[in-house]
């Protein structure tokens, strides 16, 4: 099979997922007082799919060259050095995740870092054993995102970023005892961090303690297992899941695969689960068939940080991880989150449709 093959794939996929957010979020919206603050988001769905259509359209090595990929990366930088101000940041339940004009500079981070980082191996691919240009350079990019990020403060992002970003430097070629110094010395500041923290930390305990804190901390966890766990093999049916009149907040946001589960039991949950295998393997295909050092490690960099989000959301509404408020890629409710992660496929399928096209320009 061909990459474009692939990518057809990949949108077949991404077609199925949005039709099924869709239907949750109308079912969450129709069973809610507030009804359009929890809808389908169609407006959002259209932007979104318009960026990814336009984006597998143009050529994605014109992204690369240049002062391209810098221009992108130190603009999401000045944009999340920004939200952290008072001038320019939302400042909503002791977080600075938006700007007060609308937007989530996160969002665009996630992207500007792949694309940064891409391009940096891409460049450096020789020298990518070389403990300066191999690990220090492309590791203070890494730790400039994930730092604003943290300081949100936006602990999960922060982490799906420092993963992304070691994982792409390993295919790249960085030495390994570079890269698992620097995750020695990272986990050990999280942990220091974490300590500090009374809430996170509850999280954490809560998780090794499930039942005991079914009525405290946990309970968000708890509801989102026991919604899965009442949908049986086919689900309770569309639109008749009970656990989202209150029994799990927020549970069309970061928990919307609980009420999948409820609703449309095993059979949706593996749908959704199948739909990301094939998105995340498809990527992978077209990245290992791609020649271009650029659009290989831009596939790569695209491909984890769906997956590594996606992964790290199920595992949360399975409870399997701490409750990180880290949203479900296409499915969670929230416009800036659909339309990067949108994007991003279409940076992928770009690389799947042009890569071996001769270039012109």
């Not at 701490?322 to 409710?333: D, F, R, V």
């Amino acid at each position: 099979m061909s990459t474009r093959l692939t990518a057809v794939a990949m949108a077949l996929a991404v077609g199925a997922l949005l039709i099924l957010r869709g239907a949750m979020l109308l079912s969450v919206a129709l069973a809610s007082e507030e009804g359009s603050e929890s809808g389908p988001q169609w407006e959002w769905v259209a932007c979104g799919v318009a960026a990814c259509a336009l984006v597998a359209a143009c050529d994605y090595r014109r992204l690369g060259r240049g002062a391209g990929p810098w221009v992108v990366t130190g603009l999401a930088a000045l944009l999340l050095a920004a939200v952290l101000t008072p001038w320019l940041g939302l400042d909503a339940n002791g977080a600075r995740r938006w700007l007060r004009w609308g937007g989530q500079p996160s969002e665009l981070g996630k992207i500007a870092l792949v694309v940064g980082l891409a391009a940096y191996c891409a460049a450096q691919q020789p020298a990518m054993g070389e403990r300066l240009r191999g690990f220090v350079y492309p590791g203070l990019i890494v730790g400039l995102f994930v730092g604003l990020v943290f300081l949100e403060p936006d602990w999960g992002t922060a982490i799906l970023l420092a993963t992304v970003g070691l994982a792409m430097l390993f295919v790249a070629g960085t030495h390994w005892g570079y890269l698992l110094s620097g995750l020695i010395i990272g986990g050990e500041v999280f942990l220091i961090l974490l300590c500090r923290n009374p809430v996170r930390l509850g999280r954490v305990l809560a998780l090794l303690d499930s039942n005991g804190s079914r009525e405290g901390v946990g309970w968000q966890s708890w509801q989102s297992v026991l919604s899965m766990g009442a949908g049986g093999f086919w689900g309770r049916g569309l639109g008749e899941g009970k656990q989202k009149f209150g029994f799990v907040p927020e549970q069309h946001t970061d928990f919307i695969l609980s009420l999948v589960g409820e609703e449309l039991g095993f059979v949706g949950t593996t749908v959704v689960v199948l739909a990301f295998l094939c998105l995340a393997l498809g990527g992978l295909r077209i990245a290992w068939r791609t020649t271009d050092p650029f659009g290989h490690y831009l596939a790569i960099g695209c491909t984890f940080l769906l997956g590594c989000q996606a992964a790290m959301n199920i595992g949360v509404a399975t409870s399997v991880l701490p409750n990180k408020g880290i949203a479900l890629p296409l499915l969670s409710y929230g416009g800036s989150s659909l339309v990067a992660m949108l994007t991003c496929i279409g940076l992928t399928m770009s690389v799947a449709l042009h890569a071996g096209v001769e270039d012109s320009s």
